[in-house]
């Protein structure tokens, strides 16, 4: 704490960041009870009126003359891919993900690579010491050859070190362990973590630096400390995955210079992050060749991305009364949800049996056209006769048995051709969209002519 610096005590939301002027049991922003925790901010000076207004620039937007800035490419395609093809000079992005999945390790591979194109980088970490990195960066091969790696959390050393040398470049990790001197609460609290967010990118804006902050997540997957955070930046990308899986999913949640829908997948190998440039075939990965009961291949679509997996079920006799349920990688609901269309419109006997449905690979899909693989999955578990290998079904299933179209058909037709599918089981209304005349396109209306096509 400075001396003579004047605080005040204000109220924070330990959940979405908001300020209070006193304590009250019930977050006026995000209605969370028994939320607000009590944080000394400091007072911020007000200047006199007439003499700090400033006439503001102000333009035609037809006349602005753009100035051309060169981004940053760090040659990772599927890092570029997610910022939107390029990092801008004063660029934000706030990183985050739970915790272990990857985020230093991603961070420092990135710096590396934007370092091999001789951008100067700035890593700062508040985490690990300096011989924690250096041992880091020999596992991932990093030479490193532009970066500079600090470790403080003081927020004034480090807006003071980027003020004196000239980076392109800035990496926290992370910003819920730097702290303002000038604040008493400790770190990772609202009111730090707004602070040094705030200078950051202040300073960002100003200095033309591009900044990385990465942000631990809270148990419910919240970006800890303030949700007001993914407002201050720019882009905001969550690092996910399955930690019993290696595959790890990169996804924009917010980008102001580019698309949301592209996503960047990687998996973790022990020298660190390794691109994976065909997913499809690395979550097809099982043996293609044997005819199994049960399993039914779908083309989903991740952001603008097209996909094949691997749906599976399990269906046998139940031997208690209650007979149980169980979703890997999709909705519980949705699965029981999906039952009861293929009791009702089909009569099927599965109140008498135990159902299990999974995703191979270990991803969590939640897209409606999966309605139809799932439903057909179950169906030839329970019958015991397997859907041909090489065909590849979508469909939206409605709660009368009908089948809906979805969307980007055609991107998922021409990802699986490319993988070797010939049969293309899909929405009759989704027939006309599909340009590849080289398939075999059956048609659906619902899910009665759909079974009776996959399974006879
Ligand atoms: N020697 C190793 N060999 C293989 N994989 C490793 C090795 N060391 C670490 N890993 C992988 O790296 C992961 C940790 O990565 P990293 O430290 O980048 O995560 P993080 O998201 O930054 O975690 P935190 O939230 O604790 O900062 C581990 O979960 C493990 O999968
Ligand atoms: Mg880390």
């Known amino acids: 704490m400075i001396p003579g610096k004047k605080v005040k005590t204000a109220y924070f939301c330990t959940q979405c960041g908001a300020e209070h002027p006193r304590w009250q049991g019930q977050c006026r922003e995000c209605n969370a009870w028994n ?131 000239n980076y392109n470049i800035v990496l926290v990790d992370s910003i819920q362990t730097i702290a303002s001197a000038l604040l008493d609460s400790p770190p990772g609290t609202v009111g730090q973590v707004r602070e040094a967010a705030n200078q950051l990118i202040m300073q960002a804006k100003a200095a033309g630096f591009a900044l990385f902050l990465v942000g631990h997540v809270t148990k419910d997957g919240l970006i800890a400390g303030p949700k007001v955070l993914e407002h201050m930046v720019d882009t905001v990308i969550y690092f996910e995955g399955d930690s019993a899986h290696l595959y790890r999913l990169l996804r924009a949640q917010k980008n102001r210079f580019g698309s949301i829908a592209e996503i960047g997948l990687f998996q973790m190998v022990s020298d660190g992050l390794a691109e994976v440039s065909n997913p499809s075939s690395y979550f097809l990965s099982g043996n293609s060749e044997m005819v199994r009961s049960g399993a039914v291949v779908t083309g989903v679509c991740e952001g603008n991305r097209p996909l094949l997996v691997e749906i599976q079920a399990l269906v046998s006799r139940s031997s208690y009364g209650y007979p149980q349920r169980v979703a890997g990688g999709i909705d519980a609901k949705k699965l029981a949800l999906l039952l009861a269309i293929l009791e009702k419109r089909g009569d099927y006997p599965l109140n008498t049996h135990d159902v299990f449905v999974s995703v191979a690979g270990g991803l969590k899909l939640s897209e409606p056209a999966l309605d139809l693989p799932v439903l057909a999955a179950i169906v030839s578990s329970l019958l015991n006769r397997p859907v041909d290998n090489k065909t590849m079904v979508v469909g939206e299933v409605g709660l009368s048995g009908e089948v809906r179209p979805v969307s980007l058909i055609d991107r998922r037709v021409a990802e699986a051709a490319k993988l070797g599918f010939d049969t293309m089981v899909i929405p009759d209304k989704n027939k006309d969209q599909v340009t590849d005349k080289n398939v075999t396109l059956v048609g659906v209306k619902d899910i009665q002519s759909a079974l009776d096509q996959l399974i006879g």
């Open 35 to 165: 939320s607000l925790a009590e944080e000394k901010v400091p007072v911020r000076q007000k200047a006199s009126l007439s003499s700090s207004v400033k006439k503001v620039d102000r333009q035609k937007i037809n006349r602005i003359t753009l100035t051309t800035t060169q981004g940053y490419r760090s040659g990772l395609v599927e890092f570029d891919r997610v910022l939107g093809g390029q990092l801008l000079p004063g660029m934000t992005v706030l990183l985050s993900g739970d915790p272990g999945i990857g985020k230093s390790t991603l961070m420092l591979q990135v710096a590396e690579a934007y370092s091999r194109q001789g951008v100067s980088v700035l890593y700062v970490t508040g985490e690990e010491s300096l011989s924690q990195i250096k041992l880091r960066a020999q596992r991932l091969n990093v030479n490193g050859e532009n970066i500079t790696v600090v470790n403080t959390t003081g927020l004034e050393e480090i807006t003071a070190l980027i003020a004196e040398e």
